[in-house]
């Protein structure tokens, strides 16, 4: 069936360094894929988002890398600060009105 | 613009009572999407709703169920409550629902004892 994993449940990353979140997903059929934050006590927050038609796209500190041969996403956020501490998730679609998301990476920012 | 709107944001009930959860898309959102967070199996989807019809639906029991009205807001029931129900669940929406972002709601805490 489908699914959608990140290769690492937990990353710890100095502030200001980049961080790089990674996912693997199964449906060669997904045309969509999307990045979500969700911070404690809150709903998950859209980050950012891409077509398969496209292999990078970038938004406000942050890049989106699609690699279809293989079925990899991932996310990178340059000069991670306080405020990125959450957990990510990754989401595909293969236009079927749902999403499908993998389990979560949790990223903590040390000081 | 506000955003998805759910109430209640906590609910505790016991096993066998029913519950319903209420949802308010954002506006001009025609799509609406239940999700079901838990620890253990982390965010599975329940269904979709678009123009009062449910397109997709999850991998759920059938005492899971949702409906939408015509201005879009959308109510999911669940009946005959297990302990197993216990979750966060999610409500978000979009213009369509067809690859594009879903924005979500901060969710229901259902709590079951």
């Known amino acids: 069936g489908e699914s959608v994993g990140l290769h690492l449940p937990t990353l710890s990353v100095q502030e200001g360094d980049n961080s790089i979140i990674n996912c693997a997903y199964s449906n060669s059929a997904s045309d969509y894929f999307i990045w979500y934050k969700q911070e404690s006590g809150k709903g998950p927050q859209f980050i950012i988002d891409i077509r398969s038609n496209m292999d990078k796209r970038q938004g406000q500190r942050v890049t989106v890398l699609l690699n279809k041969t293989v079925k990899h996403l991932s996310l990178q956020i340059a000069a991670t600060q306080p405020g990125d501490s959450a957990v990510y998730f990754c989401?595909?679609?293969?236009?079927?009105?749902?999403?499908?998301f993998g389990a979560g990476t949790t990223v903590t920012v040390r000081a | 613009k506000a955003g998805v709107t759910q109430t209640p944001r906590y609910l505790i009930k016991t096993r066998g009572q029913q519950v319903t959860l209420s949802c308010s898309p954002i506006s001009g959102h025609r799509s609406v999407s239940w999700y079901q967070q838990t620890p253990g199996q982390g965010l599975q989807f329940l269904f979709e709703?678009?123009?009062?019809?449910?397109?997709n639906k999850g991998n759920f029991p059938g005492r899971f169920s949702g409906r939408q009205f015509s201005n879009s807001r959308s109510e999911m029931n669940v009946s005959t409550l297990e302990l197993g129900d216990s979750a966060l669940y999610l409500c978000?929406?979009?213009?369509?629902?067809?690859?594009?972002?879903?924005?979500f709601g901060d969710g229901t805490r259902l709590s079951i004892l």
């Open positions: 978000a929406s979009s213009v369509d629902g067809s690859n594009q972002p879903q924005h």
């Open positions: 989401a595909e679609s293969p236009n079927d009105y749902k999403l499908s």
């Open positions: 709703y678009f123009s009062e019809t449910q397109r």
